[in-house]
Nanobody, 125 residues
């Protein structure tokens, strides 16, 4: 059973930064993609950032490109999401997910089988 554990969420003011971590119970080198998603109340789950095939490529949703950076540490089996210049609209529960098959360039929730429990990010204006 694959387990993913997120950490690093919290409350910050607009313009601040947070770094989310996602620790995997399996080697992330076996994954096709690891991604971060977010879901605000009343909204659908949205793909935020994805790292593909051992870090060979990354993808971002337009609203975070240039502000967020996804990275991985394969020795620690951990994926990170560095979030800078945070905005109130970034407020959501953030989830990491892993899959062995994904579509390059897209971040599609239906492609992911294993999910973490989520970590809350709240950005105040």
């Amino acid at each position: 059973q694959v387990q993913l554990q997120e950490s690093g969420g919290g409350s910050v003011q607009a313009g601040g930064s947070l770094r989310l971590s996602c620790a995997s119970s399996i080697s992330i080198l076996s994954a096709a993609c690891m991604s971060w998603f977010r879901q605000a109340p009343g909204n659908a789950r949205e793909g935020v950032a994805s790292i593909y095939r051992r870090g060979t490529a990354t993808s971002y949703v337009d609203s975070v490109r240039g502000r967020f950076t996804i990275s991985q540490d394969s020795a620690e089996n951990t994926v990170y999401l560095q979030m800078n210049s945070l905005r109130p609209e970034d407020t959501a529960m953030y989830y990491c997910a892993i899959t062995t098959a994904c579509t390059p360039g897209l971040i599609l929730p239906d492609e992911y089988k294993y999910w973490g429990q989520g970590t809350q990010v709240t950005v105040s204006s």
